[in-house]
């Protein structure tokens, strides 16, 4: 998301007694992977081709990636897919959505199974990470943990039979992951996050807890799909629709991770029907301050807008707070990777955007500035979001889209 303008000299440093670092590691660089392909180049004179905006390109060093970033500009890193988005989004049609929620009876007795402490201890760990990186031990390490978090959460479930998580490799080190809740037809309904962070001043030296950016929305999520599998009708695979947990590794590099999963299903064929990206849920502060309601922001550019009318109603039947219409930008979060590739795209984040937490890209994005009362709200969201769409039968649907007062 947006960089955050403090810069205090005297924040450089992070308490090593807080954080994991490796001994002897000091402030040279935060440990860089150096598993990458025998033809990558990893040198400082690497340039990088990115698009700004629909047939905006241009090449630049890894700073001036940086620099960009630090200046508020979006941007896909599109090095290693020139071609993404070419093969499918001019013959995918629209989807059709249901008119509203319909699961009422199903959804409301899960709502009240979602818990806030076990999202606070997650995220107390996420962040005790140095940084996550996506280039740096560190965000490897993370990586694997939180892919153990995934698998913890899928076992106390019961579900190993069916449910699975796995590594999405990426030759950076840090991997996606990606839980599967197999439905009756491979169609597939998304939920996204982004797992790693960045300080924007000196991304290999510095540290980058990352708690709201995009910390908040990983432990959202993941709470989201514990409450889920608590339903023996998804945990049987009785849903209609697959439905998938992302959570994206190179985000802030320019949405590498989810460019890299979105351009396979695009080469696969992937019949994704929806996919919903939660980055940053959990600051409210600066909405109160301005004394305006809290919210929850519902982009409203660059997505799609029958999905995106669709989540406004799931908030209205679920949430405790209203929602606000708001902008971000081109590229501005993962859910632009899947538009990308022909599949219809939303994204909701904590409040209107300019009014957005203002510590991130930093050391002090930290736990103690977001509210999980806040996180709470849309981990309601997400969760009646992937129980209604998981259970929505889109063929009928898209048959006869307003016929039927069922639908």
Known sequence: MKFSSAFNLALLVPAASSRFIQQGEGLDRVG?????????????AARYHIELGPGERRWVTEEEKWELRRSGKRFFDI??????????????????FPKGPKLQKQVRPLLANLSKSEMKDHLETFTSFHTRYYKSQYGKQSSEWLLGEVRKTIAAAGAEDRVSAEPFPHPWGQN????????????????????????????SVLAAPGADDDGSGTVTILEALRVLLSDEDVVQGRHENTIEFHWYSAEEGGLLGSQAIFAAYERAGRDVKAMLQQDMTGFVQRTLDAGRPESVGVVVDYVDPDLTDFIKKVITEYCEIPFVE???G?????????????????????????????????????????SF???LQHARMTLAFAYELGFADFAKLEEAPYDSGEL
């Open 32 to 44: 860089l992977y150096t598993g990458w392909a025998d033809d990558a180049d990893t040198s400082s």
């Open 373 to 375: 009362d806040h996180m």
């Open 176 to 203: 996606s992951i990606i839980a599967t809740i197999p439905g009756r037809t491979n169609a597939t309904v998304v939920v996204g996050a982004h797992q790693d962070s960045i300080n924007l001043w000196f991304p």
């Open 326 to 328: 708001t902008r971000c």
């Open 79 to 96: 090095t290693d897919h020139p071609d993404f988005g070419l093969l499918n989004a001019r013959s995918l049609s629209r989807k059709t």
């Open 330 to 370: 081109y590229a501005c979060s993962d859910h632009a990777s899947a538009s990308k590739a022909g599949y219809p795209s939303a994204f909701v984040i904590e409040s209107e955007f300019e009014l957005s937490d203002d510590h991130i890209h930093g050391v002090d994005d930290v736990i103690s500035y977001l």
